[in-house]
């Protein structure tokens, strides 16, 4: 694309240098830069790229776009926000392309993984295509394996440049997971987003946001840019879902779902069994028995957000209960891996998170048997849940292993201390700390018998773990085989 067209969309405060040249792609890692693309100086929590565009340069950058003027003699676009306008940069280059996209979008502390599979389950069941771009990684289908993905939701270029790949591919239809950084940092800027979908709102992400307040408003940008016409679906029980509605505009369609609140779409009579969950479904005039292989009073609410989402794409009921009954769990969320005893592999990483899944593994524990937990909290991240996840495990779980998650550049053991601070009694006989995630995963094996259930939480379909100097391969899946066997 001619920097001349770039240039034309977007808002600068100067152009320095300027040669019409051909920009054949958009880079802001210096490292992995290719020729004849443009630089763009990002200031990151720890790194400015500022202080890389001469490197970048180096390696065949053609122009920069940057916050101020820098001494090298090529095009550069001075903007006020390289954060915001990366992402005008990536719309431009990529050609708008959720502009002919049925873009769905989920956001929330829990449930977005799952929603945003059970959706593309249920659209495929009623033969639309449809594409996935979360946590996991992206994929155009539900039979596909998953492409790599950095973060929940991805930077604004590879977001913008994964679906021009999805239309190219004559799909038309995208679930995407939206973090609240991706919302606050502009990641996804230019994407119209015809549904968006609100599971819940828990304390997380508090070392970034720092306040509730600062995290929901980011959670809400999704839904105060919709427009006339589009769908915002919302958990009516959740605290802050009468302040997340009067954040929608006007003429957009809302619909609510519920099993505690009177709402659009109701789950009833639930019951919980060894293999799943049945409950009743109450929309308009319709009253379907649905009869999960999910467990959980979490998977009913998952169910529910998909169910809502795609009742509003028009998408009849009937088909909805085909798709959900056929389907499993998600990877490392709620993943029993072995049974004798039930091993059961999952990603809570925050209090309500944690709460929700030991709620769930106790409906299928024996009454002779144990429900235990090892967890452990991420380093560099909102220290202020670690002891609240200490103090749910240890009410709700008949043991607990504390051990590390990823820790990053913080100690470990101080980690285990900010959780072992939330606890009421450290009982030597039910409470047992081990910083080495694999050790305690064999120390797991030592204190359990054939009819507990062991929850392993935090890190779930994950297969690194993130150390002070390195980042070394760990499946919490993987472990439980060498210790247990299939």
Request: proline share 3%.
């Amino acid at each position: 694309m001619d920097l001349s067209k770039i240039i034309k969309n977007i808002e600068a405060t100067d152009v320095l240098n300027f040669k019409d040249i051909d920009i054949k792609g958009i880079s802001y890692n210096s490292n992995t830069i290719n020729s004849h693309e443009i630089f763009v100086c990002l200031k990151g929590e720890r790194v400015d790229g500022h202080d890389f565009a001469q490197s970048a340069f180096e390696k065949g950058a053609v122009a920069l776009m940057c916050e101020k003027p820098l001494n090298i003699e090529i095009p550069q676009i001075i903007v006020k926000s390289t954060q915001e306008s990366i992402a005008d940069l990536a719309a431009v280059f990529y050609h708008n392309p959720s502009n002919s996209l049925n873009l769905m979008g989920v956001t929330g502390t829990n449930g977005k993984t799952t929603v945003a599979h059970l959706i593309q389950k249920i659209f495929e069941q009623n033969n639309k295509k449809c594409a996935l771009i979360g946590t996991l990684g992206y994929k155009f289908s539900s039979k596909d394996d998953y492409l790599e993905a950095k973060h929940t939701t991805p930077q604004a270029p590879q977001m913008q440049e994964t679906l021009r790949k999805i239309l190219n591919s004559e799909i038309s239809n995208v679930i995407t997971e939206v973090s609240s950084h991706a919302l606050e940092q502009f990641r996804v800027k230019n994407c119209e987003f015809s549904t968006a979908i609100f599971t819940n709102l828990t304390q997380d992400h508090l070392d970034y946001h720092i306040t509730m307040e600062n995290y929901f408003n980011a959670k809400a940008k999704l839904f105060s840019n919709l427009k006339e016409g589009n769908n915002a679906i919302v958990n009516l029980d959740d605290k802050y879902s009468q302040k997340l509605i009067e954040k929608i505009p006007n003429n957009v369609n809302i619909l609510t779902y519920s099993v505690k609140n009177s709402a659009d779409i109701m789950a009833k009579n639930i019951e919980f069994m060894s293999d799943g969950v049945c409950f009743d479904v109450a929309y308009q005039d319709s009253f379907l028995n649905f009869k999960l292989r999910l467990n959980g009073m979490f998977s009913v609410y998952n169910c529910l957000a998909a169910i809502a989402a795609s009742l509003a794409n028009g998408i009849s009921l009937d088909v909805i209960k085909e798709a959900l009954e056929e389907t499993r769990s998600v990877a490392g969320r709620f993943e029993i891996v072995r049974t004798n005893p039930m091993v059961i592999v999952d990603y809570a990483h925050t209090p309500d998170g944690l709460e929700n899944i030991l709620r769930a593994a106790r409906e299928l524990t024996p009454k002779d048997g144990n429900l235990i937990c090892l967890f452990g909290c991420g380093g560099n991240r909102d220290c202020t849940k670690r002891p609240k996840m200490g103090k749910i495990a240890q009410s709700l779980a008949d043991k607990i292993i504390i051990t590390s998650d990823n820790p990053r550049n913080e100690d470990p053991q101080q980690i285990i201390t900010d959780i072992l601070s939330g606890l009421a009694l450290i009982n030597p006989k039910t409470v047992f700390v081990e910083a080495d995630r694999q050790l305690a995963i064999k120390l797991l094996k030592d204190i359990s018998s054939e009819n507990d259930v062991l929850v392993l939480a935090g890190k779930g379909h994950e297969n690194y773990q993130i150390l002070a100097d390195k980042t070394i391969h760990f499946d919490d899946r993987e472990e439980v085989i060498k210790v247990f066997g299939e």
